[in-house]
């Protein structure tokens, strides 16, 4: 068989089922809806003007990109010297150990997203812990704000940024950090000067891929955030299936996207320009 | 050399602090299933299996276990059809556009779930498809292929296409080289694309909640809407349930397959 029929169903299934009904939200985002009445015709811009100027959205629209961006620099902080060592590590559990930080990526969300409302709690594990150690005196907020979303989605999102760096930092030739030392560099300037800057397209793409994963996650937010803290897939999901106000969703929904759609397509340019493949 | 042996102790103490950290609501949730109180605690008060029993003499989870089973099932059966046919493609035949075909086919794993859940919604709802079972199967099968495509090309990277070509040249049909020669080389990359597949399915929320009809329940579903009306410890025990499996599929999948080459 030739190679385009056996593209076909492939190539069917997304441009049907994934293509079409994504496009199809533009013109949905471009009506009105009428509390009671419904969706009424006429074309009309109103849902991405407030989307862009009312001080409610806007806030959500921030707090988003504020998680996106608070996040991916905490799974790179806490992840990169992780990756280091399971790329470099000679044990022989090293694929064990692997498999271990694969194990919660493949564990169902709902479940990992769910040990952190008991572990965020008012009386929760957390809260305990640090009253017993004196740190606190009552029990702190980790529930529905910025620092419960915060703990969960770099919980959820590390074993990512961890796996994209091993692959980056695996393809690195030893040699390279070796030579630097011999040369004279100290280990510091030898990791700082050659490692980390030879990382450097793993740590563009894990750190995109976190920061998209991030701003279009949905269960930890809902689960973490509850109806009254959101995030812009919250508010897309209340929009469906609360308010019934799929014209504004819509336009959420399409706002959403051109920002993940963005922020790859200048990953892209950033990768060639620099001269590395991310 | 006492500089490079504090390094390499401080590394290892970080490691296992992250890993402390992964574990930690695993373990919490697996302690908490076992409390005989009827609030979630951790450590637990008392020993009882009783809320395992719950959950397994709930009807409404048995029902949504097995539907979950299905769906998982249909979309990774779909998804291994038209994943395995298009790696097939562009590792072997080298399509014209094969990079920007592979770049589309991937699109889903980092488009917001919810999008695609919402425009579905929407969709299905002209084309008077809500609530079917087919209709989800679909809608799965698009957030699954990448998975099949990214396992089975990269398997069928490191088969050698001379085999398949001994083959034909041996006088077997297309067909038959690929079901009798290529298919077997490649079964490490098809059978984790098909776990990876069955697991993103299985574990779906984001888009299988739009479009779950009356009388449809996905067991990741019925766990986020318990927990948003109230957190107890069968939720844990079905949650500890879904950690043994995990846990003892993945362990399966790294001893047969070497499945960290596929991550």
């Known amino acids: ?278 | 050399m006492t500089a490079a042996r504090l390094r390499t102790w401080l590394l290892r103490a970080w490691v296992a602090l992250v890993f402390g950290f992964l574990m930690l609501p695993v373990v919490v949730i697996a302690l908490a299933s076992f409390s005989r109180t009827s609030y979630l605690t951790v450590p637990p008060k008392g020993l009882t299996l009783r809320w395992f029993a719950a959950v397994l003499a709930d009807p409404e989870y048995v029902h949504a276990i097995v539907f979950s089973v299905l769906l998982a099932l249909g979309a990774t059966i779909g998804s291994l059809t038209a994943g395995v046919a298009a790696s097939f493609a562009l590792i072997r035949r080298r399509v014209a556009g094969g990079p920007a075909v592979a770049a589309f086919l991937n699109a889903p794993l980092v488009f917001p779930g919810v999008v695609v859940g919402v425009a579905l919604l929407q969709f299905y709802a002209l084309l008077h498809m809500n609530g079917t079972f087919v209709g989800l199967a679909l809608a799965h099968m698009v957030i699954t292929v990448p998975y099949v495509v990214r396992a089975v090309t990269a398997s069928l990277q490191g088969a050698d296409p001379e085999l398949e070509h001994a083959a034909r040249v041996l006088g077997a049909s297309g067909p038959v080289a690929f079901f009798t020669v290529t298919l077997p080389l490649i079964r490490p990359g098809v059978a984790a694309g098909a776990l990876f597949s069955f697991i993103v399915s299985f574990d779906n929320v984001p888009v299988s909640i739009f479009l779950l009809g009356a009388g449809q329940m996905t067991l990741p579903v019925k766990i986020f809407t318990a927990i948003e009306y109230g957190v107890d410890p069968s939720i844990a025990a079905i949650s500890t349930m879904l950690i043994v499996l995990t846990g003892l599929g993945l362990a399966v999948a790294e001893r047969w397959l070497g499945f960290h080459r596929f991550v």
């Open chain 1, 1 to 278: 068989m030739s190679g385009w029929r056996l593209l076909v169903p492939a190539l069917l299934l997304l441009l049907v089922v994934f293509v079409a009904p994504v496009g199809m939200l533009v013109p949905t985002s471009l009506r009105s809806y009428v509390p009671l009445v419904g969706i009424t015709g006429g074309v009309t811009a109103r849902n991405y003007v407030r989307l862009l100027t009312d001080s409610y959205y806007l806030e959500i629209i921030g707090r988003t990109l504020a998680l996106g961006l608070g996040v991916t620099c905490a799974t790179l902080i806490i992840g990169y010297p992780v990756a280091f060592f399971l790329a470099r590590t000679r044990s022989r559990w090293r694929n064990w150990l692997t498999i271990l930080v694969v194990f919660p990526l493949m564990l169902n969300l709902v479940v990992r997203t769910f040990g952190w409302i008991a572990l965020l709690a008012q009386n929760g594990l957390v809260n305990q812990a640090l009253q017993a150690l004196g740190v606190v005196d009552g029990p702190v907020k980790l529930l529905f704000n910025f620092a419960g979303l915060m703990i969960g989605l770099t919980h959820i999102f590390l074993p990512f940024m961890v796996l994209v760096l091993i692959g980056a930092i695996q393809n690195i030739p030893r040699d390279v950090e070796d030579a630097a030392r011999v040369l004279g560099a100290s280990w510091g300037s030898a990791f700082l000067r050659v490692t980390l800057p030879l990382s450097a397209p793993g740590i563009l793409s894990g750190s995109i891929l976190v920061f998209v994963l991030t701003i279009s996650a949905l269960v930890t937010p809902r689960l973490l955030g509850g109806p009254t803290y959101q995030v812009m897939s919250t508010l897309i999901y209340d929009e469906f299936l609360q308010r019934l106000n799929w014209p504004a969703g819509s336009a959420q929904s399409l706002l959403l996207t051109a920002m993940v759609l963005v922020l790859i397509y200048l990953s892209g340019r950033l990768a060639r320009r620099t001269g590395a493949a991310a």
